[in-house]
């Protein structure tokens, strides 16, 4: 008899780790499906909002969700920081290197392209951006 409680124990833990195995990755499970749900109605509104702008769309929808997922990822960290500010002053220049580079009047899609996701994702967001980019000289310079 105690050999056979002994089995039956060691079997209840077994099936009791089982059971909370599987809990945990179906909550987990959940939680992905939920989130990945959210990451792809956000890339469809911006997929849509961009066309409707007239700017370029990635080519694949699973781009948009892989990179900016549900929260907007690092572009909603903070869109108007002193690091996010460099990057757009370094690509609103001539190309050229060292003493050659020079300020040019920028393209307006840019900062346009860069507004709407940040509607779609982190639309608290957006007036700093705004704001940082104010002084900016931007135009239709390009045709796309």
Same mark, same amino acid.
């Given at each position: 008899?105690?050999?056979e409680?002994?089995?039956a124990q060691a079997h209840r833990w077994v099936i009791l780790a089982v059971l909370v195995a599987?809990?945990?990755?179906g909550i987990v499970t959940y939680r992905w499906a939920q989130?990945?749900?959210e990451a792809d109605r956000k890339a469809d509104q911006l997929t849509t909002e961009l066309r409707a702008a007239g700017l370029r769309v990635p080519a694949s929808h699973d781009?948009? !969700?892989n990179v900016l997922g549900a929260d907007g990822g690092v572009i909603c960290a903070d869109p108007a920081?002193?690091?996010r500010k460099a990057i757009v002053d370094t690509q609103l220049v001539n190309g050229a290197a060292s003493v050659g580079q020079r300020p040019i009047i920028g393209e307006v899609d840019?900062? !346009?392209g860069t507004v709407t996701v940040l509607e779609v994702y982190c639309p608290d967001k957006v007036d700093a951006f705004r704001d940082m980019v104010a002084d900016y000289q931007l135009d239709?310079?390009?045709n796309n």
């Open positions: 008899m105690t050999a409680r002994g089995w599987l809990a945990i990755a989130r990945n749900a781009t948009i !969700t920081s002193a690091m840019l900062v !346009t239709t310079v390009s």
